[in-house]
């Protein structure tokens, strides 16, 4: 899910997370992991690699996202992530910055097994599109322990919004899930992509 939760990973712990996903541009790699530093602080890392027909072949991030479990107001929980990226050259081999985004986050429980994620952030990037406005919401359905559900709208200043599904089965409850996702943006032909990841949570330290 893109869309960011008001949650953090527990201190004196970490999550990994490793996904491909498949689209127009090409196909890439992820892999990111995030550990807690303080109550509800943590620090997140992302590394992306793309094959060689991919506009973004290789790209770093790394990002911080407080959310205390005190700042909440009638039954919301807030939160808000900093994080910045680098991508390297194909031509030269160089790094060079290529965005500074700041978020947002307000999460709420709607019921026992439906919860809402709301997100409102800024985006500067380079050398394209130096400032933009994104937003995105996106609600998940647990059915059952072993399953997740969600569907999200992610959208930016005058860029079409992307719509985006998917699927987490819990091979282990609550510590190691397999997601599926398919996505697309709107007003856009050949914009279908889909993706496959795995995620391995509460790694203790």
């Known amino acids: 899910m893109a869309t960011e939760d008001a949650a953090t990973v527990a201190v004196r712990e970490c999550q990994a997370e490793t996904w491909a996903d498949h689209d127009a541009d ?8 995030a ?5 509800g602080l943590e620090l997140g890392l992302e590394l992306i690699a793309g094959d060689a027909s991919s506009a973004v072949p290789v790209s770093q991030g790394i990002g911080l996202k407080w959310a ?9 929980q807030f939160g808000l992530k900093t994080s910045t990226a680098r991508v390297r050259s194909q031509e030269t081999g160089r790094w060079r910055a290529t965005r500074l985004n700041l978020t947002g986050i307000a999460t709420r429980e709607l019921s ?17 599109q130096p400032v933009a406005t994104v937003a995105a919401a996106a609600l ?10 969600f569907a999200e709208l992610l959208g930016q200043h005058r860029a079409p919004a992307v719509q985006q599904a998917g699927v987490r089965y819990w091979l282990l409850p609550e510590t190691l899930g397999i997601d599926l996702t398919a996505g697309r943006s709107n007003a856009t032909r050949d914009s279908r992509s889909w993706g496959i990841g795995l995620g391995w949570y509460g790694i203790s330290f």
């Open 26 to 33: 090409g196909q890439h790699a992820h892999l990111g992991g």
């Open 35 to 39: 550990c807690g530093l303080t109550d």
């Open 68 to 76: 205390p479990t005190w700042l909440t107001w009638e039954g919301w």
């Open 112 to 128: 026992d097994t439906l919860t809402l994620h709301l997100n409102m952030g800024h985006y500067h990037s380079q050398p394209d």
């Open 140 to 149: 998940n359905w647990t059915p059952s322990e072993r399953w997740l559900l």
